[in-house]
T-cell receptor, first 111, second 114 residues
Framework: QKEVEQDPGPLSVPEGAIVSLNCTYSNSAFQYFMWYRQYSRKGPELLMYTYSSGNKEDGRFTAQVDKSSKYISLFIRDSQPSDSATYLCAPVDMGRRALTFGSGTRLQVQP | ETGVTQSPTHLIKTRGQQVTLRCSSQSGHNTVSWYQQALGQGPQFIFQYYREEENGRGNFPPRFSGLQFPNYSSELNVNALELDDSALYLC?????????????FGSGTRLTVV
């Protein structure tokens, strides 16, 4: 079983839709939870992160962590075609100083 | 210089050969990590260097090794290449080992082993 599970998609939505991206994880030691976006032929770029349980909002993006159920979510409001990319959740393994990436969800926002 | 640059962008090697991939970090970034991303998968952590010393390692065999230099450049060396080593290799640098500072990734080197 992988430490971080993520539905690979693709997820196709119309422009303006609310998008929900999710991950589950198994390691209770994870404390920081990152979300990265990766465009084709590019490296991942950090969108936002949360520490422990709770919500964090940044513009159209909201990250949510529920440590009791080991569930991580990213919500995108008013989705745009430019949001079309692969979204990777990445809890942090502080012991190994490593990001533990999920397999990524490919999102397509149709104009 | 801003950003993280990696070279070469593409590389084809034969099974059993050795390869060196290079990364130039952002100025002042004393932490560099290397990740392997197989097609359709998320990146997997190989190792991290901080001030030229390895300070974290993932589940990769010893034939994966690295170096970090004082000029913010680094190398990933892979010996005895196997077909499964074919992947995108990503370098990420940061101001420190604190994850809150954010890790800046390069665009990667795509390695194909035939």
């Amino acid at each position: 079983q992988k430490e971080v599970e993520q539905d690979p998609g693709p997820l196709s939505v119309p422009e303006g839709a609310i998008v929900s991206l999710n991950c589950t994880y198994s390691n209770s030691a994870f404390q920081y939870f990152m979300w990265y976006r990766q465009y084709s032929r590019k490296g991942p770029e950090l969108l936002m992160y949360t520490y422990s349980s709770g919500n964090k909002e940044d513009g159209r993006f909201t990250a949510q962590v529920d440590k009791s159920s080991k569930y991580i979510s990213l919500f995108i409001r008013d989705s745009q075609p430019s949001d079309s990319a692969t979204y990777l959740c990445a809890p942090v393994d502080m012991g190994r100083r490593a990001l533990t990436f999920g397999s990524g969800t490919r999102l397509q926002v149709q104009p | 210089e801003t950003g993280v640059t990696q070279s070469p962008t593409h590389l084809i090697k034969t099974r059993g050969q050795q390869v060196t991939l290079r990364c130039s970090s952002q100025s002042g970034h004393n932490t560099v990590s290397w990740y392997q991303q197989a097609l359709g998968q998320g990146p997997q952590f190989i190792f991290q260097y901080y001030r030229e010393e390895e300070n974290g390692r993932g589940n990769f065999p010893p034939r994966f090794s690295g170096l970090q230099f004082p000029n913010y450049s680094s190398e990933l060396n892979v010996n005895a290449l196997e077909l499964d080593d074919s992947a995108l290799y990503l370098c990420a640098s940061s101001l420190s080992t604190a994850f809150q500072d954010g890790y800046t990734f390069g665009s990667g080197t795509r390695l194909t082993v035939v």
